[in-house]
Nanobody, 121 residues
Framework: QVQLVESGGGLVQAGGSLRLSCAAS????????MGWFRQAPGKEREFVAR???????????DYTDSVKGRFTISRDNAKNTAYLQMNSLKSEDTAVYYC???????????WGQGTQVTVSS
């Protein structure tokens, strides 16, 4: 079973930046779709970004509207690690951020433990 470990969360002022990392086990990481989700207090978990393998070394990234232009998802296959670069952070970005992997080409079936991101205004 694939294991995911997030890191990089913390406290940042509004307008600041953070980079989250997600280290994954698994021998075919390069073909996993990797995703980031978040859950704010009192709210349901929501999709943030996804990085999907298309073919060869081609990937496709998509984002929820509220983070477009501010967040960037990427990966380093040599390190089995996915990233979420978060810029121009807002107080409404405060949440626990979860990394997820779709290891069989379908739904996300592996999840990390989450990392807290707090943006102070």
């Amino acid at each position: 079973q694939v294991q995911l470990v997030e890191s990089g969360g913390g406290l940042v002022q509004a307008g600041g930046s953070l980079r989250l990392s997600c280290a994954a086990s698994g021998r075919t990481f390069s073909r996993y779709a990797m995703g980031w989700f978040r859950q704010a207090p009192g709210k349901e978990r929501e999709f943030v970004a996804r990085h999907s393998w298309i073919r060869g070394s081609t990937y496709y990234a998509d984002y929820t509207d509220s983070v477009k232009g501010r967040f960037t998802i990427s990966r380093d296959n040599a390190k089995n690690t996915a990233y979420l670069q978060m810029n121009s952070l807002k107080s409404e970005d405060t949440a626990v951020y979860y990394c997820a992997a779709a290891t069989r080409g379908g739904d996300f079936d592996a999840w990390g433990q989450g990392t807290q991101v707090t943006v102070s205004s």
